[in-house]
């Protein structure tokens, strides 16, 4: 299900929202089965895109695999050349022929013809050194260009797998809600709002999503100098070091970084963290949770495990989507160099990391 529409479309679109009932329009559907209809409607529409995406990815990645296996076959043909040219000085030095060389050099009759032949050992020994590191450094290049051919097979076998996944999504979907649109006793009228619900979403709801998701990842940037600038923000007990974010600073610090916060808001809770506000029509709630990561790099990072607009909640596809996009953590060694975090937990009101000393 691929929509484009241009400027028309969007004024049509426009038109249209304000016609609709406001229940209707923004996100409070005039019954519950209304907005499973729009919800799934919806999932369609992003996993629609998300399919894309891993076309998209594939293709790359098809013609990296083959750039690669190209290359692998251009290395392969030069390090046999390299390799006559190892086993031939290898074989030199087994048979015992620089052994010979420099007795010749040893048994100089003069100051003057010894430094002559050990200029020439020099310059032999020297050309034999590089044809060995020339080979050694052929080898491993092929045997790196070999590792990536076998990562991109990897991940384009995973890829297959997740673009056939998301395909039986969309068909089990599409035909779960082409049933309900025909039960729902005005067909024409479902359609129309679902069409219409994908025109608002793709020309101002994904964009207004993405806009909070950008503010957000901005504004954590500065969130250890915030910290820093906290009196009893960090602690200190022996080797071990404590961080303490209570919701209503956390807020306060956002809506210092941007006005977009005035009406949004993070609430903590055990194991849980909700963000949500309201903006004009739009309405969007964000819930997630925070782990410790070590890869690439020590960090806090968040995970949305809730993505809700206007009541409608959006697919899993949406949500890695815009993790990938958008980085939400944090990184405690921006804050002391010298540790990494070890673990990381809410509780009401209350965002705590622990800390310990990195050697």
């Given at each position: 299900m691929k929509r484009r529409y241009g400027i028309p479309g969007f004024i049509v679109c426009i038109i249209f929202l304000i016609q609709l009932p406001w229940t209707y329009a923004y996100g409070e559907p005039s019954s519950?089965?209304?907005?499973?209809i729009l919800q799934q409607s919806l999932s369609i529409v992003e996993i629609d895109h998300e399919i894309e995406r891993i076309t998209a990815r594939q293709k790359q990645l098809d013609e990296q695999r083959q750039t690669l296996s190209i290359q692998l076959q251009e290395q392969e043909d030069q390090i046999h050349t390299q390799q006559d040219r190892a086993g031939a000085v290898v074989r030199s030095y087994y048979t015992g022929e620089r052994d010979s060389l420099l007795m010749t050099v040893l048994g100089a009759r003069s100051i003057k013809d010894l430094f002559i032949l050990y200029d020439y050992y020099q310059i032999i020994i020297g050309r034999d050194q590089a044809v060995l590191d020339k080979y050694q450094d052929r080898y491993r290049t092929m045997q790196q260009t070999s590792a990536q051919i076998n990562q991109t097979s990897a991940e384009l076998s995973e890829l297959k797998n997740n673009l056939q996944h998301q395909r039986e999504r969309v068909l089990a979907l599409q035909k779960e809600v082409d049933g309900k649109v025909a039960a729902s006793g005005d067909a024409a009228a479902m359609l129309k709002l679902m069409d219409?619900?994908?025109?608002?979403?793709?020309?101002?709801g994904i964009y207004e999503v993405k806009r909070y998701f950008k503010a957000l990842a901005s504004a954590m940037q500065n969130l250890p100098q915030f910290i820093q600038e906290q009196n009893g923000g960090i602690s200190t007990t022996g080797t071990s070091y404590t961080i303490r974010i209570g919701q209503?600073?956390?807020?306060?610090?956002?809506?210092?970084?941007?006005?977009?916060?005035?009406?949004?808001?993070?609430?903590?809770?055990?194991?849980?963290?909700?963000?949500?506000?309201?903006?004009?029509?739009l309405q969007l709630s964000i819930e997630g949770h925070y782990t410790v990561e070590n890869e690439p790099q020590n960090s806090i990072r968040f995970h949305v495990d809730k993505l809700v607009f206007n009541q409608l909640e959006l697919p899993d596809t949406t949500r890695r989507m815009l993790e990938r996009e958008f980085d939400l953590g944090f990184y405690p060694q921006k804050i002391l160099s010298f540790v990494k975090a070890t673990e990381v937990s809410t509780s009401e009101g209350i965002l705590e990391v622990k800390l310990a000393i990195s050697f």
């Open positions: 519950e089965e209304t907005r499973e219409e619900l994908t025109i608002y979403w793709e020309n101002i209503d600073e956390l807020n306060t610090f956002l809506r210092s970084q941007n006005p977009i916060f005035e009406d949004f808001a993070f609430q903590f809770d055990k194991d849980r963290i909700t963000a949500s506000g309201q903006r004009d029509q």
